[in-house]
């Protein structure tokens, strides 16, 4: 049985690195969308794609949402899959990160003074993943 996981992911492996593949799942709930989507995501996997998978619905509010939020979950999720394939991000590129956000933070609160209370409690810590400390401090700020 050839599944539509098969053929995009054939139509990625061909394409080329100026064009984007865009696929839009759809359906009735419990129609089969995240089935396919995991089907997907292992024959992406077995084909050398790195793949990450995020239900925004466990991770979100959704009746509160603003951009930023999506941003940091995304964020969030790309850290702590890489953090379990042993794949850590340099700091250099942790603190360009933290300082885009408390930027992009400063832009929608209209100039409010976060930007120093985030780089300073980003900083530090091993223990605590950079992108859940970060995102404990954005929500705290906001």
């Given at each position: 049985?050839?599944h539509?996981?098969?053929?995009?992911?054939?139509n990625?492996r061909?394409?080329?690195?100026?064009s984007?593949?865009?696929?839009l799942?759809?359906?009735h709930r419990g129609?089969?969308?995240?089935?396919?989507?995991?089907r997907l995501?292992?024959?992406?996997?077995?084909?050398?794609?790195f793949t990450?998978?995020?239900d925004?619905e466990?991770l979100l509010?959704l009746?509160?949402l603003?951009?930023?939020d999506?941003l940091?979950?995304?964020a969030?999720?790309?850290q702590?899959?890489?953090?379990k394939?042993?794949m850590p991000l340099?700091?250099?590129l942790?603190?360009?990160?933290?300082?885009w956000?408390?930027?992009?933070?400063?832009e929608?609160?209209?100039?409010?003074?976060y930007k120093?209370?985030?780089?300073?409690?980003?900083?530090?810590?091993?223990e605590?993943?950079?992108?859940?400390?970060?995102?404990?401090?954005?929500?705290a700020?906001i």
């Open positions: 049985m050839n539509i996981a098969k053929t995009i992911t054939r990625i061909r394409s080329d690195e100026f984007h593949v865009k696929v799942f759809t359906g129609s089969g969308k995240t089935t396919e989507l995991f995501q292992k024959e992406l996997e077995a084909n050398s794609f990450i998978y995020m925004v466990t509010d009746g509160s603003n951009y930023l999506v940091v979950a995304i969030q999720e790309i702590g899959t890489l953090h394939k042993e340099p700091d250099e942790l603190n360009n990160i933290s300082n956000f408390a930027k992009r933070i400063i929608d609160t209209e100039g409010l003074d120093s209370s985030i780089k300073t409690e980003v900083k530090g810590g091993a605590i993943p950079f992108f859940a400390k970060l995102f404990a401090t954005v929500t700020n």
